[in-house]
């Protein structure tokens, strides 16, 4: 390494080294999602914590179509939330960050919902049991599949969320299609609910 041009790479390093930790500083985890999303800039990804994507109209895949047994053994399918804007949360009751978005969740859902909006979870782990006691714990008013032994729920999400990673939201439009995307925990309810209410606004 040549002496001038050593110290220019270890002065850049140092500089940005610098400029990583004065932004750590002074921004929360979730201010640039939140900051992003109000503008309205549409960057598309935004990384922290989680990680946030909103889809416009035009990019959205294929419809999600899955069936699968709920916690209470009833039997639930895409097809039951025909026409509906539907909120996907995946989650298991050992995880932690699962359990600190629960009461996010809770308030857009209470607030969503008589708007015409749903939610249904899909538990990635649990037995019934456990999965009902996290529910009862946190006041979870709707269903959730248990996907652990269900290869074909498995299969049907697997193209827009992985079924392995927990918590995942994904918002889906009236059509069934990935709207927007939060890998990681939700750190506040205000952004879901704007993003459920746009999707809401959406032409049929």
Known sequence: ?????????VTAALVAIGLAVALA??????DGLAEQYRSGSNKGFIAGDGTFEEI???DRGEP???AGT???????SSADYAG???VLNFWYAGCGPCRAEAPFLTDAYAATQPEGADFLGINIYDGPEQATSFETTYGIAYPSLLARSDADLKLALAASASVQAAPTTL???????????????????PILKTIIRDTLAEAP
């Open 1 to 9: 390494m040549s002496g001038r041009g050593g110290m220019k790479k």
């Open 25 to 30: 500083g002074c921004t929360s985890a979730n």
């Open 56 to 58: 416009s109209a035009d």
């Open 64 to 66: 999600l179509v899955f």
């Open 70 to 76: 709920a916690v209470d053994g009833s039997e639930i």
């Open 84 to 86: 509906k804007v539907l």
């Open 171 to 189: 918002v889906l439009d009236r059509q069934g299609r990935v709207a927007a995307r939060f890998i990681g925990q939700l750190r506040e309810a």
